[in-house]
């Protein structure tokens, strides 16, 4: 009767939704969705606070001295929401097959493409964060489906390529807009990208230079470093891809002022930047490779990056009026409601292509004033400093510390630091030669593993606790923890 | 009660006569011999010997008569089964049928008979209800108890009846004054309770019932019916969640059997089953009872939806006699009960000081008390709130003849809430009327309509804005400045003095408003198809509508800035409607008495939200909707319903022994094609030893009654299609535009069914000493399995909500006790009446993980420190506390310990090392006390003499704890909040004594004083002397010849005194819904002291 089956208006089964190329886009648009969480709060502390580039007065705890535990909330969320991407991908890639008609072979295609692509982004965040993870790759239908065992790193790296092979051959070099077609999905350019920062997290050069390629010249650099950030060139030459925010309400939008502006402009300045004038005072890893220091004189991206408002030092009264810095290139004035901003956050810019590249190229091999120097030299003259040459870089280790410099500065707080830092092997280091300022605290030198693939020293986080007791095949916990 | 008996026999017998050339005596014979009919006639009148021929096929007896007595002076009454033959005086026209005039002619030989009711005293019991046995005919005595009826017959019977009283039936034998002394029945054996498709009389029924009267709901005033609930019947917890003046309570009865489901009970009014236990716009002034169906017997009528019991609401309705005019007013002044005590500014300063040299930071700023800013001591509690008035204005007219009462009342309510910006009108209407249209047809409608606006507050959460924001923003800052504006702190000071902000303008400015329109109705027909046997329908709506408008302005107050103004505009229409058919036969024969109920039920649920936000205002008085430049909006429309079919039988053998059996089968939308329908049986028995001749005439036992019941009802009480996998929005945005996004919200779970509720009841009901006392006690056990539970899934499933699924079971026994006692009778009267009620809550099973390990699962974070303080598990109550155990302060010399344990030093809280490893962790967490009292109850005493009354009601709890948020943020010792006065006595070396441990401003201490730790649980066991009232009626002498009837003067208190250790507001405050976060206090709207002056006046 009708009483007792009512139609679920406004919710729709999602066995009546998947079955056509309308409903497919609407799940696609779903896998990015989570993006929005994950750069919202996951990234400035798991990728971001962590590192030596930012910290924190508000507690003496979690992401920036390394205490973190299995029951740590954001270890939960960030595996949550990670997951809960490559569900909505793995979906869409089942039930694409029982779709039978698309009106052409391309939307077909990009259906597919983007699913992977994301499956793939997904995927290599959470084997940085967690190494060896269960590698669903089915639509869920009973719980059981998602209870895996985890599988090693080498397998989730050849997921990751393989999907994004496919990408690379799926998706179109760009968008024309319209349903489906909107600009901010991600290109060829992107899954080439992304395929680039892969091989270099596994430190495998030569496909770096060979995935870059076809980028070089596709992107430009923007004249003002500010644009990159202020919503004005949002997915223009210099973006390859990023985190879409817009709209009106809390959950498409980020809230950047909460995170990073000071209490006088109602934020929480829960992030600072770590800056050597403190030595150790004020709460956490506040000092000792100073992101504040690091910036050579007349580099044009400080003051966008940096700004201290002429506000007093609400932490150290005894200082001067704007001693106290404050992460600046994201805080958006314009934007309302007060608390959220519109503006898209990066994941991966052209900058970051042309860094990588030069990198690669570097490791590869020391060539003085070869494309490296070029590609390094095109971002330091955009940012109004002078160029390197073999006299100030005269070996290949000379050229990858100016590298990392450059790195640093022109990616900062772009959520990409630990994550180098920790390819690098270098993560116990520079974070305890901050603790050592701090005074009597010990990174935990115990949660480290040897790289399975690149054999450097490498940090994980504990798989979340209540994942033990929700699926018996995990069993595994990281070492350390 | 007034049911039509009689002639029904007359409307469905019908006779088949052939018989030509006989008497009138031998028709009159023939049909005597055919029927139960009897001829009543003088032959002097009546021609028997009247030859006549009579040829009828099935016809009714009136038919029969009217032919065979045409043309004659003879005319007829048919009273049921009598049928009086009578000479009339006026010859007869031919062609008029003698039926028509027997009507008409029937009230010419009536005799007038009066007299009064009184009670054993002699005191006059207005409003007794007098009728003559047999008939529809009664009428009520007037307010000095006489009372005048007609009657055809001076050798008839009169029924008395008054409420609480025994019915008494008096025979006339000839008089026609008599006066009637009715005798007080304590045990109130004749009330006659609703049971759910009908009423039953109190000594009949074999469940678990518990009645609340009328008398009692309007002893004293309420804000609506589950506060005059509250501490009257056994084994029902009121608890108050959410914090507005429309008061949201929770009604808890006989402990909570659900673990994720809801423990709400059914709500009936007047035959319509309410969608949700929300019924702030029932007018208590017009309730007339309140029945409570605790056990299965009970319950089972209303199968899925019972396991939580049944509450079943009846409104006043009109009474046979003269119009009655009646106007109540009550006038309240309400005061906060209960205040948070905080620190003073130098206290908070001397803590900024403290806490910033413990987290190694300068204390410069804080160090010179002449800062201007450590002048100011404002008292936040006592700017944000006053005094409160309430009052409550109803007018009610009710009467009735034999075939129609009526009742209708309008009623107007007002209340400026304790605290500013609050307040809440209620206006409604009402209106029950009945009617007897024929001998076989009887209909009635009740309708309420009612419109209630409100603003209310920010509700109660962590860091709300509402009476919480008192409690936790800093003396040091000014509420005003000197041009009387709003102040707030200017950002140059800011930095070092906290993210203060003014609590006066996230109360003031705001709009907040909440309009709720509510229809709430029925029409019930009842249709007599043959003696015993009645046809019944019922159909009924409830329509709620609220609206809701709330504005946030723009302004700019120091600090406190909002460049735009934003409307949400929202609006919620629930729409549900019943219909229930039924049929009811009744026989008596011999000594069995046998009731039986058959019936079907549809009922449907119509959702419908919408929701619209607005912004970009920069005016206020561009304060619409259409004035904002970027919108969003959301809506839903959801459908859900129950067909249902049910039968109940009644067997009684003597009044001794008695049965109920009763079946119900509904089919629910909530579950899949498969489950799709449930079985609900309950049966129960019941002996009265007192009808045994052993004891028939004992002076000392009035009424024992052994009852025992099983039965097994069941509980729905989850979202729509959760059977379903269903796609949630997720949308995403490409450029700035919002792309509409979907993904799975959850795994559907096909075989989804019902929670299954086993219960078993043992009841004895006594009165003792010519019912002085009388009393009921229970012991039940009920088992609640198939428990509906979100089963954890992995997060690796990447689906935001695990499926529901049966599993596992909660068991909860007990035992009520509820007694009357009439400990002084005569002039001076006192009476009590009390009631405990003892319950354990268990958790038995909740199935195990996917690891094999038993299910945990934890209540909601507390925030801050980030963990639950609940942990559901098998062997525990539901929502048991669960957390760390406070220990006291590290002191010095323990230094090596407390480093070794988690970094700490001397003054850092100490938590008990419960798994004993050295190191602080979540093994750590223990169970640590139950969220559910071990007994409830309550106590009434009312004393009187002459026109005087007084009554003192108190209601109790003991043995569970309360989860005081308050303190866990502000005694924790960290500034930047206000803290409680309880964080001054803190940890120094030179204190090692101190109550509070050492403050600090981040750091170690800080992670640790935060944790939601046994530091800030509490013994929330509480005697409140919840109303007391004197009550003055004045003499009715005093108006004669008067247009006032009576009246009557209450004076009474409320919420007068509490008797608790909690040092929260209010120890009966319960925040959140879901018992899996029981027994935590988030600082709800704030409980009131009530001194209220009422009156009622009789026109």
Redesign the interface.
């Known amino acids: 009767?009708?009483?007792?089956?009512?139609?679920?208006?406004?919710?729709?089964?999602?066995?009546n939704?998947?079955t056509t190329e309308e409903?497919l886009i609407?799940?696609v648009?779903?896998?990015?969705?989570p993006?929005?969480g994950i750069f919202s709060g996951t990234m400035v502390q798991l990728a971001g606070r962590s590192s030596d580039d930012t910290w924190t007065?508000?507690?003496?705890?979690e992401s920036d001295i390394f205490n973190i535990?299995e029951?740590f909330?954001l270890i939960?969320t960030t595996?949550?929401n990670h997951?809960?991407?490559?569900?909505?991908a793995?979906?869409v890639l089942d039930r694409m097959l029982l779709v039978e008609s698309f009106s052409s072979e391309e939307m077909r295609l990009l259906i597919e493409g983007q699913s992977k692509f994301m499956r793939a982004y997904y995927y290599f965040n959470l084997v940085r964060f967690y190494g060896d993870v269960?590698l669903?790759l089915q639509e869920?239908?009973?719980?059981a489906?998602?209870?895996?065992p985890r599988s090693p790193i080498e397998d989730v790296y050849a997921q990751i390529k393989s999907d994004l092979n496919d990408a690379v051959s799926m998706l179109p070099t760009s968008y024309s807009g319209g349903n489906g077609q909107?600009?901010?999905?991600p290109t060829k350019y992107a899954a080439m990208a992304l395929l680039a920062t892969v091989n270099l997290e596994l430190e495998e050069w030569g496909e770096v230079v060979a995935n870059t390629e076809d980028i070089i010249g596709e992107g430009s650099l923007l004249e003002n470093y500010a644009d990159n950030f202020n919503g004005s060139q949002?997915?223009g030459p210099a973006s390859i891809f990023e985190v879409?925010?817009?709209?009106?309400?809390a959950?498409?939008t980020i809230n950047t002022r909460g995170t990073y502006a000071?209490?006088?402009m109602?934020g929480g300045a829960a992030n600072l930047p770590t800056d050597d004038t403190w030595n150790g005072?004020?709460?956490s890893l506040s000092s000792g490779n100073g992101i504040v220091q690091e910036y050579e004189p007349g580099d044009k991206r400080k003051e966008v990056t940096l700004a201290h408002y002429d506000?007093?030092?609400?932490?150290?009264?005894?200082q001067p009026v704007g001693s106290l810095l404050y992460i600046n290139k994201y805080l958006n004035e314009v934007d309302?409601?007060?608390e959220q901003s519109?503006w898209n956050f990066p994941i991966i810019r052209y900058a970051d292509v042309l860094l990588m590249r030069a990198e690669a190229l570097n490791e590869i091999g020391y060539s003085p004033n070869d494309e490296a120097f070029g590609l390094l030299n095109e971002i330091r003259i955009n940012a109004g400093l002078p160029a390197h040459d073999a006299s100030t870089l005269g070996t290949q280790d000379e050229f990858r510390q100016a590298l990392r410099k450059e790195r640093r500065v022109e990616l900062a707080f772009e959520s990409k630091r630990y994550f180098d830092l920790n390819r690098w092997g270098i993560l116990e280091a520079r974070i305890q030669f901050q603790m050592d300022i701090k005074g009597e605290l010990t990174f935990p030198s115990n949660r480290l593993i040897s790289h399975p693939i690149t054999g450097k020293s490498y940090f994980l986080y504990p798989i979340?606790?209540?994942?033990?007791?929700?699926?018996?095949?995990?069993q595994v916990q990281n070492p350390g923890y | 009660l007034f049911q039509i008996q009689a002639n029904s026999y007359s409307q469905s017998k019908k006779i088949s006569l052939n018989m030509p050339n006989a008497t009138v005596q031998e028709v009159i014979q023939e049909i005597e011999e055919l029927s139960d009919y009897k001829f009543l006639l003088n032959r002097k009148d009546v021609d028997v010997t009247r030859g006549v021929s009579i040829k009828v096929n099935k016809k009714l007896i009136t038919t029969i008569l009217d032919e065979l007595f045409n043309g004659t002076n003879i005319r007829f009454e048919v009273l049921n089964k009598q049928i009086i033959l009578k000479k009339a005086k006026i010859p007869i026209e031919k062609n008029i049928k003698l039926s028509q005039i027997g009507q008409t002619l029937n009230n010419l030989d009536q005799f007038q008979i009066s007299g009064t009711v009184t009670d054993q005293d002699g005191t006059p019991l207005p409003g007794a209800n007098i009728v003559e046995k047999g008939t529809t005919n009664g009428v009520t005595a007037d307010f000095d108890g006489n009372f005048t009826i007609e009657v055809s017959d001076t050798n008839t019977t009169l029924v008395v009846s008054y409420i609480g009283f025994s019915t008494k039936e008096v025979s006339l034998d000839g008089k026609t004054s008599i006066n009637v002394q009715l005798t007080e029945s304590a045990a109130g054996l004749d009330e006659v309770i609703v049971v759910g498709y009908g009423v039953q009389k109190k000594s009949d029924i074999t469940g678990a019932v518990s009645n609340i009267s009328e008398e009692k709901l309007q002893s004293r005033p309420t804000a609506n019916f589950s506060d005059a609930l509250q501490g009257r019947s056994s084994g029902v917890q009121i608890r108050q969640s959410g914090g507005d003046l429309d008061g949201k309570f929770q009604i808890a009865i006989r402990g909570v059997g659900s673990v994720t489901g809801s423990n709400d009970p059914l709500i009936v009014v007047d035959g319509v089953p309410l969608i949700s236990a929300s019924f702030s716009t029932i007018n208590p002034r017009d309730i007339a009872s309140i029945d409570i169906l605790k056990d299965a017997s009970a319950t089972a009528i209303y199968g899925a939806r019972a396991a939580n019991g049944v509450v079943i609401i009846s409104t006043k309705k009109g009474k046979i006699g003269k119009p009655q005019l009646t106007y109540s007013s009550d006038v309240s002044i309400e005061h906060i009960s209960n205040r948070y005590d905080v620190m003073s500014t130098e206290e908070q300063r001397l803590l900024f000081v403290e806490a910033f040299k413990n987290s190694?930071?300068?204390t410069?700023?804080y160090d010179d008390p002449s800062n201007p800013i450590w002048q100011i001591d404002t008292d936040w509690q006592d700017i944000g709130t006053r005094a409160g008035i309430r009052q409550i204005h109803n007018v009610n007219y009710s009467g009735g003849s034999e075939k129609s009462q009526y009742s209708a009342t309008a009623s107007y309510e007002s209340r400026t809430g304790v605290l500013l910006n609050t307040d809440l009108k209620t206006y409604s209407l009402r209106t029950n009327l009945s009617t007897q249209v024929n001998d076989w047809l009887k209909i009635s409608t009740n309708i309420t309509g009612s419109y209630q606006p409100q603003n209310y507050s920010d509700g109660d959460n962590w860091g709300a804005a509402g009476y919480r924001g008192f409690a936790y923003q800093h003396s040091y800052t000014d509420a005003y400045d000197e041009n009387g504006e709003l102040a707030g702190v200017g950002?140059?000071s800011?930095?070092?003095f906290g993210?203060n902000t003014n609590p006066l303008v996230p109360l003031l400015l705001p709009t907040r408003e909440r309009n709720t329109t509510r229809i709430l109705g029925n029409f019930q027909a009842n249709i007599k198809l043959m003696d015993g046997l009645f046809f019944n329908t019922n159909l009924g709506g409830d329509l709620v509508q609220v609206e809701g408008y709330n504005y946030t302005p723009l302004y700019e107050i120091g600090?406190m800035?909002?460049?735009?103004g934003?409307v949400t505009v929202s609006n919620n229409s629930d729409t549900n409607w019943v219909a229930d058919a039924t049929l009811d036969y009744t026989k008596e024969f011999d000594k069995h008495n046998l009731k039986l109920l058959v019936g079907v039920s549809?009922?449907?649920f119509l959702l419908r939200r919408t929701s619209a936000?607005g912004?970009?205002t920069i005016d206020n008085a561009l304060n619409q909707l259409s004035n904002q430049t970027?919108?969003?909006s959301t809506?839903?429309?959801?459908?859900?319903?129950?067909?249902s079919s049910f039968a109940r039988l009644n067997y009684g053998f003597d009044n001794r022994y008695l049965l109920t059996a009763t079946v119900r089968r509904d089919?629910?939308?909530r579950f899949g094609?498969d489950k799709?329908f449930g079985i609900f049986p309950s049966a129960s028995v019941a002996w009265r030893v007192s009808q045994e001749n052993f004891l028939k005439n004992s002076e000392v036992l009035n009424d024992l009654k052994f009852r025992v019941s099983y039965g097994l009802t069941g509980n729905q009480n989850i979202g729509?299609?959760e059977f379903?996998?269903?796609?949630a929005s997720?949308?995403?945005?490409?450029?700035?535009?919002?792309?509409?996004?979907?993904?799975?919200s959850n795994?559907?779970n096909p075989s989804l069914q019902w929670e299954a509720n086993k219960q078993l009841d043992i009841g004895v009901d006594f009165a003792l000493f010519k019912s002085r006392i009388s009393g009921t006690i229970d012991y039940y056990d009920k088992k609640s399995e198939d428990l509906l539970i979100q089963?954890?899934?992995?997060?690796?499933?990447?689906?935001?909500n695990?499926?529901i699924v049966n599993i596992g079971s909660v068991r909860n026994s007990g035992v009520e006790f509820a007694v009357f006692t009439r400990n002084l009778t005569g002039k001076f009267k006192w009476s009590t009446d009390f009631n405990i009620a003892f319950n354990k809550n268990e958790v038995l099973d909740i199935g195990s993980?996917?690891?094999?390990?038993p299910l945990?699962i934890p209540g909601q974070n507390i925030p801050l420190s980030?963990v639950p303080t609940n942990l559901t598990v098998a062997g525990h109550p539901v929502g048991a506390f669960n957390m760390y155990v406070y220990d006291g302060i590290w002191q010095l010399g323990e230094e090596d310990e407390a480093a070794a344990w988690f970094n700490a030093v001397p003054g850092d809280p100490k938590y008990k090392d419960v798994n004993n490893n050295g190191v602080l962790?979540?093994g750590d967490r223990t169970f640590v006390g139950n969220p559910h009292p071990k007994y409830i109850g309550g106590m009434d005493n009312t004393f009187s003499y002459n026109n005087l009354s007084l009554s003192v009601f108190l209601n109790f709890a003991k043995g569970n704890k309360l989860y005081n948020t308050a303190r866990n943020l502000f005694s924790r010792g960290v500034p930047f909040v206000q803290n409680f006065s309880e964080a001054s006595d803190f940890w120094t070396p030179d204190n090692p004594s101190a109550t509070a441990p050492r403050p600090s401003q981040?750091?170690?201490t800080?992670?640790l004083a935060t944790l939601a730790s046994t530091r800030f649980l509490e013994d929330a066991s509480f005697l409140r002397v919840k109303n007391v009232a004197l009550t003055y009626d004045f003499p009715d002498t005093i108006f004669e010849k008067s247009f006032i009837n009576s009246a009557q003067f209450t004076v009474s208190a409320t919420n007068l005194f509490t008797f608790t250790k909690y040092t929260g507001l209010d120890p009966e405050a319960s925040s959140r819904e879901s018992l899996l976060s029981a027994g935590i206090d988030y600082t709800p709207y704030p409980n009131t002291r009530q001194f209220n002056l009422g009156m009622k006046i009789g026109f």
């Open positions: 009767s009708k009483i007792l089956e009512p139609e679920p208006e406004g919710q729709v089964a999602l066995d939704l998947l409903g609407t799940g648009n779903g896998i990015f969705q993006l929005q007065w508000r507690k003496e705890t535990d029951t909330g939960e595996w949550e997951y809960r991407g490559i569900t909505r793995n979906t269960p669903v869920i239908i009973v719980p489906d998602g209870e895996l909107e600009l901010g999905r949002e997915n879409q925010y817009g709209g009106e309400i959950a498409t000071p209490p006088a109602q005072e004020g709460g506000l007093e030092n609400f932490l150290f009264p005894d309302q409601p007060v519109t979340p606790l209540v994942e033990f007791s929700n699926n018996a095949n995990i | 190694n930071r300068s410069a700023v950002t140059a800011a930095p070092y993210a600090r800035i909002n460049t735009q934003s549809a009922q449907q936000f912004t970009g970027s919108f969003n809506g839903s429309n959801v459908k859900g319903g129950l067909a089919g629910s939308s094609p799709r729509n299609f379903i996998t269903r796609a997720t949308p995403y945005v490409f450029g700035n535009t919002v792309a509409v996004g979907n993904s799975a795994i559907g089963n954890p899934i992995p997060l690796t499933t990447g689906v935001p695990p499926p993980n996917s690891a094999g390990e945990e980030n962790d979540a981040g750091g170690t800080t992670t």
